[in-house]
């Protein structure tokens, strides 16, 4: 039998992640990354094309006769990659441009979520600026804005007082500080609550959930200083913290039934079907989890977690979804916990340099249960490691709990170094001490 020839779109750790997954299938498929990094070149092929360069993508995967193509971003599934490859009859996973809009439309989402009466945070989209201070006038305090077009992540404020919501209104609406991304802007009800991340496999029809997990957004310890992608993840999560019930069973059912498979359902009847990764993040109100925001992919750090956890050959469920069999396909699940740990470059998320020399990663390896991803490091002219990006490396571990997870993964950080490292300190704190 001729081996599968799969291409893997994207360059983070977190295809790094889903390649080394799929490379220990004993079908021993071949592997290319586009763009890829040096952790992807271990184990295939990395191209030199841009992972939103559909023209060439296409043209490499007729030449090569590509069995499968994974698009695993946001940007080349937001410009339509999955219709394109499907017109040439090409095998691709992920959401078409269409079902993509759940991540990259927020006024779309949002006007989705309230046709369909799905759990998310009141808002109202406004345009005119003195209509939105006379919304802002009966709301209450803290209030969310958020610039409806993409703002390179610099779009949402949580405002404190009026003055300070009015102030945000004027520069998004009429000083345009986010050009045209901020002609219209949601005005939205702060939601209080643990924030979550919770996936889902689906074929369209069917879906299978993953563990839930929790990412650290901001650059900083105890969550301060601005978003970023992601410096860290834990999961499962517990079923208590402080005592108190946390992600119970209950809880995972009311997840399932009053978002996921709704939300799946309503995007069929709306005609256009989910295939791939649904990534709602969520906030747990008291009265019941709420969705801060679609994703329509894999999460980064998430994924580099989760496919410490997974037992299931994920080219298998994969190929399900493709062909609307996930429901027959049983998906197991380590019962261990895992945690993710981010280096990054310093200065990230705003600007940083590049080429520095990363070492003790080996060293790192070879503590039990470790594997460090690679992100934003490439091999230079002389062989060594150096970092090329923002999220250079994810540090993972699994461990029988999650403090075990957690110190073994810091352990395994503390022999790997490059100038200007930085990453968080508490992943997992707040939950570990809550316990
Ligand atoms: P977003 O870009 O929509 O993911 O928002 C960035 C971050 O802002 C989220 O991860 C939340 O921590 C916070 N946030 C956004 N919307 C709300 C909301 N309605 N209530 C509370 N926090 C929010
Ligand atoms: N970890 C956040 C994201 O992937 O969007």
Redesign the pocket.
């Known amino acids: 039998m001729n081996k599968q020839k799969i291409l893997i779109i994207g360059g983070g750790g977190r295809e790094h992640a889903i390649g080394w997954k799929i490379a220990q299938s004993k079908r021993e498929p071949v592997l290319y990354f586009a763009p890829g990094n040096a952790g992807t070149a271990e184990i295939g092929t990395n191209l030199d094309i841009k992972a939103t360069d559909i023209i060439k993508l296409l043209e490499f995967v007729k030449n090569e006769k590509i069995t499968l193509t994974l698009a695993i971003p946001d940007d080349p599934l937001a410009l339509g990659i999955v219709d394109e490859f499907r017109k040439d009859g090409l095998r691709i996973f992920g959401p078409t441009k269409a079902a993509a809009q759940l991540e990259s439309s927020?006024a779309f989402s949002k006007r989705f979520m309230k046709r369909h009466n799905l759990p998310t945070?009141r808002f109202e989209v406004f345009s005119d600026i003195n209509l939105a201070k006379e919304y802002l006038e009966k709301e209450s305090l803290p209030i969310?804005i958020?610039a409806s077009g993409l703002a390179f992540?610099k779009?949402?404020i949580?405002a404190e007082t009026k003055e300070e919501a009015v102030n945000v209104l004027e520069n998004i609406l009429v000083k345009k500080i986010f050009g045209s991304a901020g002609n219209e802007v949601v005005i939205?009800?702060?939601?209080?609550g643990p924030?979550i991340s919770t996936h889902a496999f689906s074929d369209g029809k069917n879906y299978k959930l993953f563990p839930t997990s929790e990412d650290h957004?901001k650059i900083g310890e105890n969550d301060t200083g601005p978003?970023t992608g992601g410096m860290g993840t834990i999961a499962p999560l517990p079923r208590q913290m402080k005592g108190q019930a946390f992600v119970t069973k209950e809880l995972l059912k009311r997840i399932e039934h009053e978002i996921i498979a709704p939300t799946l359902n309503a995007m069929r009847e709306d005609g256009i079907p989910f295939e791939g990764i649904l990534y709602p993040?969520l906030?747990l109100t008291k009265n019941g989890p709420k969705i801060?925001?679609y994703n329509a992919r894999f999460g980064d750090p998430e994924t580099q977690t989760y496919m410490r956890l997974l037992e299931t050959n994920l080219l298998d469920i994969i190929n399900a979804c493709i062909d609307k069999k996930l429901e027959e396909l049983p998906i197991k699940w380590k019962e261990v916990s895992a945690c993710t740990i981010v280096l990054a470059s310093n200065g990230y998320p705003g600007v940083y340099e590049k080429g520095k020399i990363i070492d003790g990663i080996e060293e790192a390896e070879k503590e039990s249960d470790i594997v460090v991803f690679k992100g934003g490091v490439r091999k230079d002219e002389q062989g060594n490691l150096v970092t090329n990006g923002g999220r250079v490396l994810g540090v993972s571990a699994t461990g029988n709990n999650l403090k075990e997870a957690l110190a073994k993964a810091y352990e395994a950080v503390s022999k790997i170094s490059f100038e200007g490292m930085q990453y968080r300190r508490d992943i997992g704190k707040k939950i570990l001490l809550l316990n």
């Open positions: 927020k945070a969310v958020k992540g779009g949402v949580i939205e009800e702060f939601l209080v924030e957004k978003n993040g906030i801060l925001e």
